[in-house]
């Protein structure tokens, strides 16, 4: 898969396709944006709703309102990292149960200065993670580039690598980074048995464990296990304040005290030492407040949408087609179908203009393998609570009748 900075948004799903952004590309590519985001507006169900569709006053209202309620806002605002920032920082620790965490800008700058830190104390500059990790498929090879970083990939298999390949990997590695959930793969999670076997061999192996947790807030049902017992596997670990819980940006490293001071120089040398961020850091407080404790029934509802997007496709008469994985691991999931993006983007955006439902969003040929293949990100949110699976089904019937 090549890069697609522009799908990264919350959901990958509203930017534009790679090479439909840029001076050239302006006319036709924002048009069809700007009608996608329409569509979504003035849907009146949906899976759920993202940050791309509410203008910057709408945002900035919602933003008003509601941080009053989490932070002291008669107060100054953060200078360099103080105040509301450090407040942030202070409640990720002990959420995930760290001594300290850093904030960041964007987690592919705290990822490249923790594998930068780990490398000095480890001396092997070589990290161990999937190809399908973010940092290898979204981040224009940054690691290398940029921090002098050489990454090696014990499994190519569409899951995290099990304890066995790690243990027998060919070659040292200083850190092993795990993605959790592998978004690329189907946002696919192991058991905490496999999870917990893979760290022990990494141990094994004299390498440490840091966990790629952009989406780490999702994984507890799946689990079963608190966020902190998770995240304390793991050496360090990276959370993003976006992708989940719907912040304006910004991210957040925890892990061992020396460390975490560490990768504070690492992020003023990247150019991350930004003079306020008190938006960013209100936001992310209130999504710890009001989106994080919601998680669990987004998770449980994503099965219920899953059965319903299932039994749809069945009984529509689809020839073939996959939920993956077919029990959601978390809210997000991926749905293949055996058609070309195009006639899928049409068919969805159709359904979302005249009949006012939402069911799927954009559409992505496969990265590999036979043509008129293509799959598609799908997120449960609040707004997926409203539907049951026959509603589900009866979306999916009139998205397929608009293939015909």
Known sequence: MEDQQGLEDQHGQIGNEPGESGPSGEGGAQDARRRRVAAWRASERTLCRMPGEFSMGERLTALAADAGEVYDTTGMPDFYGDGVVAELERRTAGLLGFPAAAFFPTGTMAQQAAMRAWAGRTGNSTVALHPLAHPEVHERRAFGTVSGLRTVHPTTAPRLPTAE???????????????????DAGFVLPTWQELTDVVEAARERDAVVHFDGARLWECAVHFDRPLEEIARLADSVYVSYYKTLEGLSGAALVGP??????????????????????????????????????????????????????DGFTKAGVPWFRINPEVPHTHQFHVWLPYGADALDDAGLGQSEETGVTLFRRWFPAPAGPPGLSYTELTVAEPALEWSAEDVRDAVAEFVRRLD
């Open 257 to 310: 005290e020396s460390l975490v001071d560490e990768t504070r120089t690492w992020r003023h040398r990247y150019g991350g030492q930004l003079f306020q961020q008190y938006p960013a850091a209100l936001s992310a407080l209130v999504g710890m407040d009001r989106v994080l404790p919601k998680l669990p029934s987004y998770v449980a509802h994503a099965r219920v949408v899953a059965e319903g997007l299932a």
């Open 165 to 183: 390949e790690v243990r027998d990997f060919e070659e040292p590695f200083g850190t092993l980074m795990l993605e959790l959930p592998l978004r």
